[in-house]
């Protein structure tokens, strides 16, 4: 199987502007989650969707959002870019239904902020 | 809530020296427990997991045993390659589906 896909792997944006990040989930998988990577604040949880809802969202503002299709491909859009967006964004699917289970991380995506 | 706490690194090593990696946790509930291996330029792969007490997890000669009773999840390998060397994340997973990861630990085998 071919394993979690994210585009487009670098970004370079300006404050100010948005962005939005796709990710592919591996093959049957059914739940995404998307990760915040920084060197000073480390790995932070964003958000999980699973059937196209968001079940779990972490401590982030309002400037972060996303979405999942009926095909379990997400997307997440960060608008009003600051300088502190610059990071790793990974994204994870799980085969998951009922129970929490065990995540996949695909390549992530480097946003740049200037 | 919940917390990972790893050892500081860096942990530099001669090729086929012992190592282990120290990984406490403390979660509500009974948490499945992981390890993530991260190489430059790249994202996370699991190495391991474990979801409940006493569980081992092994792979690629990596272990890490489950232990309620001192809430820990040591990462240990008997003979590390240079071909180890990356940042290691022990990381923890609740019914909330969020993974809590530690700082990383990165390891530095040399030849």
């Known amino acids: 199987k071919a394993g979690v896909t994210q585009t487009p792997r670098y970004l370079i944006k300006t404050r100010g502007q948005q962005v939005t990040l796709s990710c592919s989930p591996i093959?049957?998988?059914?739940?995404v989650s998307w990760y915040q990577q920084t060197p000073g604040q480390g790995l932070q949880f964003l958000f999980e969707y699973f059937s196209e809802t968001q079940r779990n969202k972490g401590n982030f503002p309002g400037r972060f959002s996303g979405r999942q299709f009926s095909n379990s491909r997400s997307e997440m859009n960060v608008s009003t870019l600051e300088l502190g967006d610059s990071a790793l964004y990974l994204c994870?699917?799980?085969?998951?239904?009922?129970?929490?289970?065990?995540?996949?991380f695909g390549p992530g995506t480097r946003l740049t902020v200037l | 809530g919940d917390s990972v706490t790893q050892m500081e690194g860096p942990v530099t090593l001669s090729e086929e020296a012992c190592l282990t990696i120290n990984c406490t946790y403390t979660a509500t509930g009974y948490p499945s427990l992981f390890w993530y291996v991260q190489y430059p330029g790249e994202g996370l792969q699991l190495l391991l997991k474990?979801?409940?007490?006493?569980d081992k997890g092994s792979n690629k000669g990596f272990e890490a045993t489950y232990r309620k009773e001192t809430t820990s999840f040591h990462l240990e390998k008997g003979s590390v390659q240079v071909s180890d060397s990356a940042v290691y994340f022990c990381a923890l997973l609740t019914g909330r589906r969020a993974l809590t990861f530690g700082s990383g630990t990165r390891l530095q085998v040399q030849p």
């Open positions: 093959s049957g998988h059914r739940s």
């Open positions: 994870a699917s799980s085969p998951e239904g009922l129970a929490p289970d065990t995540q996949y």
């Open positions: 474990a979801t409940k007490a006493d």
